[in-house]
C-alpha cells in the first residue's frame, strides 16, 4: 500500500528539474537582485532549498548528520555549518556570499538524491511516528513532513520563478 | 498519519491553510497590485490556484464537471473566462474583474471538499491510470504530483509579494 509514495517522488523530481530550468541563463548579478529590501534574491533561495532536503531527511527524520556538514560542503561554499536560513534578517541575505550557483546544485544533487533515498526507505508504518526537530523545537509526523517538504520547497520554487519573471519577463 | 496518500492530503491542506493565513487583513489594493507589469497579482494567482485544483482533479482524474461549472462559479465570482487559466499573457493577466476573494476562497473550499472525496476513492492501481491531451500523456501519479507542486509554487509567490508590500513581517 505504498503506491502513493509515486507521486510524491514524482512531485519532488518535478520541482526540482524546473528548479534548474528556471535559473538556466541567469547571470551573477540576477542571482543576488532583490526586488525589495527585505525581499530574498534568487542564490539565496537556491542555496535554502538545498538545506531544507538536507535537513529533513538526514537530520531530522533519519537522526544522522546532514551532508552540509558531513561531506564538507559549508566548508567548499565557505559559510558556517549552522547556516540553513530560517529565521534570517534582512541583512543576512543581502549580505550572502556570492557563492558559485553550480556548486551549490552539486550540493543540492546530493541533498535530493538523499531524500529521495530516504522516502524509498520509510514503510506506510513509518509514516504514523514522529521525530524531533530541535530547530523548530516540536515533534513532527513523518507523514507531515512529506507533504510540508512538497509545499515548502515548491513555494520557494515560485518565488525563484516570479523574481525571474519581474527581471525577465513573460518569457524571458 | 497512516498511509503516504495521507501524505498527499496533508501537504495539499498546508498550503491551503497557509493561503488563507497569507491574504489576511490585505486591502483590495494590495491583492491587485502588480509588481511589475507582467507580474501576476494576488487576485489573479487565488483565482487561478482554485481553478488549477478544480480541472485536474475534479475534472481531469473524476472525469465530470469541474465545480467551477457545477457550482455556476463564473456567475458567483463575476470571473467570465471562459477557459482562462493556462498561458494567459501579460495583457491578459491583469484584466481579472475586481473579484471578492473572499467568494474566491469560497470556491477553493467547494473545490478542495470535492477533490478530497476523488482522491479518497483513488485506489493505487488508479494511479497508473493516463490523461492524454494532444500528444502529451501524463498519469494520475503525476497529476497528484504536480497540482503538489504547482499549488505550492503559487503560494510561495502570493506569500513573496505580500513580502515585498509589506516587509519580512507584515
Do not use: C
Not at chain 1, 529590501?37 to 533561495?45: D, G, K, M, Q, V
Not at chain 2, 458567483?76 to 491578459?92: K, L, P, Q, S, Y
Not at chain 2, 492524454?132 to 509554487?153: C, D, K, P, Y
Amino acid at each position: 500500500m505504498s503506491a502513493f509514495k509515486v507521486p510524491i517522488k514524482s512531485g519532488l523530481n518535478e520541482y526540482y528539474g524546473k528548479l534548474k530550468q528556471t535559473v538556466e541563463g541567469l547571470t551573477p548579478a540576477e542571482l543576488l537582485w532583490q526586488p525589495g529590501p527585505e525581499s530574498n534574491h534568487i542564490l539565496w533561495t537556491v542555496w535554502h532549498m538545498a538545506r531544507v532536503s538536507d535537513r529533513w531527511a538526514n537530520s531530522t527524520v533519519l537522526g544522522g548528520d546532514e551532508l552540509w556538514e558531513a561531506d564538507g560542503w559549508a566548508e567548499r561554499l565557505g559559510m558556517p555549518v549552522e547556516k540553513y536560513g530560517r529565521g534570517e534578517t534582512p541583512e543576512q541575505v543581502r549580505d550572502f556570499p556570492p557563492v558559485n550557483i553550480g556548486l551549490v546544485f552539486e550540493y543540492f544533487d546530493q541533498s535530493h538524491a538523499s531524500l529521495l533515498a530516504m522516502i524509498d526507505g520509510l514503510d506506510e508504518s513509518d509514516l504514523a511516528r514522529d521525530v524531533y526537530a530541535p530547530y523548530r523545537d516540536d515533534s513532527l509526523n513523518i507523514g507531515w513532513i512529506l507533504g510540508h517538504i512538497l509545499a515548502e520547497e515548491s513555494q520557494h520554487l515560485g518565488q525563484v520563478a516570479y523574481i525571474r519573471g519581474m527581471i525577465r519577463g513573460f518569457d524571458g | 498519519m497512516s498511509s503516504f496518500k495521507d501524505a498527499v492530503k496533508s501537504g495539499m491542506n498546508e498550503y491551503l491553510v497557509d493561503l488563507k493565513t497569507k491574504l489576511e487583513g490585505l486591502t483590495e489594493a494590495e491583492i491587485y497590485w502588480h509588481a511589475t507589469l507582467g507580474s501576476n497579482s494576488i487576485a489573479w494567482l487565488v483565482w487561478h490556484m482554485a481553478r488549477v485544483e478544480d480541472g485536474w482533479i475534479n475534472s481531469t482524474i473524476a472525469g465530470g464537471e469541474s465545480v467551477w461549472d457545477s457550482g455556476n462559479w463564473a456567475e458567483r465570482t463575476g470571473v467570465t473566462h471562459e477557459n482562462g487559466d493556462f498561458g494567459e499573457t501579460d495583457d491578459e493577466a491583469p484584466s481579472l474583474p475586481v473579484v471578492d476573494v473572499g467568494v474566491v476562497i469560497d470556491y477553493y473550499d467547494a473545490v478542495r471538499a470535492a477533490a478530497f472525496e476523488v482522491i479518497d476513492d483513488m485506489t493505487d492501481e488508479d494511479l497508473s491510470q493516463s490523461f492524454t491531451r494532444g500528444n502529451r500523456s501524463v498519469t494520475w501519479s503525476w497529476i497528484l504530483g504536480h497540482v503538489l507542486v504547482e499549488e505550492a509554487q503559487h503560494l510561495g509567490q502570493v506569500g513573496f509579494i505580500r513580502g515585498m508590500i509589506r516587509g519580512l513581517n507584515g
